[in-house]
């Protein structure tokens, strides 16, 4: 990376100066070192039996929001500003619909298990 970059935007050249490259690069150095991190720590608890059964699974949640938590912030640059409330919004609302659609999915396939087993 060169630090500093050129693109146009409705016709016109625009720079992007080099203090606020280096910012932004920063940023995606930690957010690499946080997703990284919590990724291991989750890989290890598995490899090395750290923790079993419900424990486990607690523990691999909190990491897995723990990461969706560092996705948002450094990579998505989504946080609690003003600005970007509308599109953690956004992100929230579509969130609650997939866990609505997969939830109500789940709730039918074991009731009909229940019903075809009994």
Do not use: N
């Amino acid at each position: 990376m060169s630090g500093a970059w050129e693109g146009e935007l409705g016709g016109h050249k625009v720079r992007q100066p080099v203090a606020e490259a280096r910012h932004e690069r920063r940023r995606y150095v930690w957010g690499l070192g946080f997703a990284l991190v919590l990724t291991c720590a989750a890989f290890g608890l598995v490899v090395f039996k750290i923790l079993s059964g419900p424990a486990l699974l607690a523990a691999i949640g909190a990491l897995a929001l723990l990461q969706i938590v560092v996705q948002f912030r450094f990579f998505l640059h989504i946080d609690l500003s003003r600005s970007k409330r509308e599109d953690l919004q956004l992100i929230l609302f579509t969130g609650l619909l997939i866990l609505i659609m997969v939830g109500g999915s789940l709730w039918i396939l074991t009731s009909l298990d229940q019903r075809m087993i009994g």
